[in-house]
């Protein structure tokens, strides 16, 4: 999709939640993170015909802010925005929520880097080279300068022993998934049958040659696990052990360009410039991230409180642009989205696969999930409360990645009357009179949402989806009759809560446009639950050799979102852009992936943050 097509997306559709400012090219890889979300201003149902004003595009805003002179040291204050702490799962090994990921980037890094393709490239803590012959075969090279904050080097069996750790049966994170078992002999080693991962090689202290199963095109775009483990802290720790450990929640380490000095457990991080971190000196002397309830984002903005927050209510953007003088907004199209998913089996803990379930879930029924899908107007939803600046979702692939999200499938558009259609084709029938469809076996049918807290419009989203369900006859009711702070909620999804039938949730996708990460039948992250033969073998033919050719990859995923729009055990509500407000006196900061801008180029030009006049 090109910037005319993606200025004229924006203007006509629009869109929902906050959750994640993307941030320097030295974030998180391309690991799926979950994030709360920030809703409409009221529960009335957007009138059609009221004027839409003021809104906004993507390419109305920089994703670079580089003005100015750099003073020398300084410190800038970072606003984690959130109504809940965060969990405190310090490294990326065994993080698994995006509040973590915004603690993580400021004090560790993935060992590559990507260019704005998503493309892996040499300029990384680490390079790689792909055997001419047999390019199922990486040999990653960490550079000499590359050490843990304690000055210790981080070498090729760090780098192996997190793949080991990931591997063991002990394991009790998130991160063993469809790339992880790709390397040779890793299953077995993960289920007991042999003592060595065959396929991950140690050649120096420097050199790690891993073997894949398969080459896919994904190696090269996220494939890769590029996160080490400090063994010499965590080698004695036992696995079951090591997320809960203290070297992971009261004293992480990293190599990245600030160090972690103190914790208020899920409050705030106070960190200090890493003197020896591998790009060079970082600019500043000190970063204090502090969580940030977003009631007082705009507040804590406007008198200089923080310099940048990593989510700002975008329904609020338009009541304040012209007020905050001191803030220069940068945006990016924000490679995540928000969607409706349906509860359709449960996860297999034994043997760490999904089970669908459709004869005994209550939203088993494809015509009942389309219908909700039609029934939700998520266009004017992002046009009448975010400006333009989010808008309706189509389909499972985001517009991040334009080479391969389809922006000539619609999804499913707003029609309440087809709605009514496909629940009455399906035997959805008003039985008792009471204004509520019956399910098809005459019973009463009630459906539990389940939906997360967040700012000062999160309530009011959820009652409006809740209304457009119920003026298509579907009783829908809030979890508990109330919204759930983010830890809570992702528990209960994670655990396939027999009393979810239908949550609201939200993604940050990987770099890697490889859905099988969320929607595989080995993905512990695929909350739907939702297994069929058609959508492994579509997913498998997007990894496969023939996949090399972008053109028949492009065709594979095309044929995956449509077989999505019509099975629907998710939905996308809203696509969004990503928009970062920043202090007027902050410098080399960037919005987005493959910038060239990097964290440790961060700096401030003024000892003290600018207040709005």
């Keep these: ?19 994640m400012a993307a941030c320097s090219n030295d974030g998180a890889s391309g690991d799926p993170e979950e994030t709360p979300s920030d809703d409409p201003e009221t529960e009335e149902t957007p009138e059609e015909d009221e004027e839409t004003d003021g809104l906004y595009s993507i390419e109305d805003f920089d994703h670079i802010k580089d003005d100015g002179t750099t003073i020398d040291g300084g410190e800038l204050v970072f606003g984690l925005s959130s109504d809940t702490p965060f969990e405190g799962t310090l490294n990326w090994n065994f993080y698994s929520g995006n509040p973590d990921a915004q603690v993580l980037q400021w004090f560790d890094e993935p060992l590559l880097t990507w260019d704005e393709n998503y493309v892996y490239t040499q300029d990384g803590a680490a390079t790689y080279e792909i055997d001419e012959e047999d390019n199922r075969i990486w040999t990653l090279t960490i550079r000499d300068n590359v050490n843990w904050h304690d000055g210790t080097p981080v070498t090729a069996e760090d780098w ?53 199963v398969q080459a896919t095109p994904s190696l090269i775009t996220g494939g890769v696990w590029t996160y080490p ?50 790009r060079g000196e970082p600019a500043l002397d000190k970063v204090t991230l502090r969580v940030i309830n977003p009631s007082v984002v705009v507040e804590e903005l406007r008198n200089g409180g923080v310099d940048m927050v990593s989510s700002f209510p975008q329904a609020q953007f ?3 642009v012209d007020e905050l003088s001191n803030i220069t907004w940068l945006g990016n199209i924000d490679r995540a989205y928000t969607y409706i998913g349906f509860k359709l089996g449960h996860w297999d803990e034994e043997n760490r696969v999904n089970v669908y379930d459709p004869e005994n879930a209550k939203m088993g029924n494809k015509n009942l999930r389309q219908a909700m899908w039609h029934a939700v107007d998520n266009d004017t939803v992002g046009e009448r409360f975010y400006h333009g600046l989010r808008w309706a979702g189509t389909t499972l692939i985001p517009p991040s990645h334009p080479e391969f999200h389809d922006a000539t499938n619609p999804g499913r558009a707003y029609d309440p009357e087809r709605a009514n259609e496909l629940l009455d084709e399906a035997g959805y029938v008003d039985v008792d009179g009471d204004g509520f469809r019956e399910d098809p076996d005459g019973n009463e049918l009630v459906i539990n949402f389940a939906s997360m807290s967040g700012d000062e419009i999160a309530e009011p989203l959820a009652n409006y989806y809740i209304q457009a369900w119920a003026n298509v006859g579907l009783n829908v009711q809030l979890l508990d009759g109330r919204l759930h702070e983010f830890n809570s909620f992702y528990d209960r999804v994670e655990a396939d809560d027999p009393d979810i039938d239908i949550y609201q949730g939200a993604w940050v996708v990987g770099i890697d446009v490889d859905p099988s990460g969320l929607y595989g039948a080995e993905a512990s992250y695929n909350y739907t639950r939702y297994v069929s033969d058609e959508n492994n073998q579509l997913m498998t033919d997007g990894l496969s050799e023939a996949a090399f050719d972008v053109d028949y990859r492009v065709d594979v995923y095309n044929q995956w979102q449509e077989y999505m729009v019509e099975n629907v055990p998710a939905f996308p509500t809203l696509y969004r852009a990503a928009l970062v407000p920043v202090n007027n006196r902050v410098t080399g900061y960037a919005v987005g992936d493959g910038t060239g801008y990097f964290r440790y180029q961060v700096g401030v030009t003024e000892e003290v943050a600018e207040s709005a006049e």
């Design 318 to 320: 338009a009541d304040v």
């Design 1 to 19: 999709m090109n910037n005319k097509l993606r200025l004229l997306l924006l203007v006509l559709l629009a869109s929902f939640v906050v959750f």
């Design 160 to 212: 192996a022993f997190a793949h080991y750790v990931i591997a063991d049966p002990d394991y009790d994170g998130v991160r063993f998934d469809s790339s992880l078992r790709n390397i040779e002999g890793i299953v077995d080693y993960h289920n007991g049958e042999a003592d060595e991962i065959s396929g991950i090689e140690i050649i120096d202290e420097k050199t790690l040659r891993i073997t894949y």
């Design 229 to 278: 483990l400090a063994k010499h802290i965590y080698g004695d720790i036992p696995v079951e052990e090591m997320s809960s450990h203290a070297a992971t929640r009261q004293n992480p380490i990293g190599f990245g360009p600030y160090k972690v000095d103190s914790i208020v457990p899920g409050e705030s991080v106070s960190y200090s410039k890493y003197e020896d971190y591998w």
